[in-house]
């Protein structure tokens, strides 16, 4: 056995940590592609970009897209649960 591949805790259907330090997540691995600008999410009307912010995703209203010098509220969320199974990318937040 490659002592890289033991296990160190485990937590059923969700995650495996290795001895390694290796990380192996058994559920929540699916991701979907932000929306681009003007093309949006017909169910909701935000567009959506991913930024190198360790990580992050912004979400913008298409009809931004009409108005570009509208000014708009900014809504910072910040989730707490390090996602351990989910990323920002996730369908489940995609939503």
Known sequence: ????SEIEY????VVRVHK???VERLQGTETVPPSPF????P????ASKDVILDPA????????VVEPNKKLPVVVFFHGGAFMVHTTA???YHK
């Open 1 to 4: 056995m490659n002592p890289g």
């Open 38 to 41: 003007g093309e949006g999410e």
């Open 90 to 92: 996730s369908p489940i």
């Open 10 to 13: 485990e937590i059923p259907y």
């Open 57 to 64: 995703r912004i979400y913008l209203p298409t009809a931004a």
């Open 20 to 22: 390694s330090g290796r």
């Open 43 to 46: 169910a909701s009307g935000v």
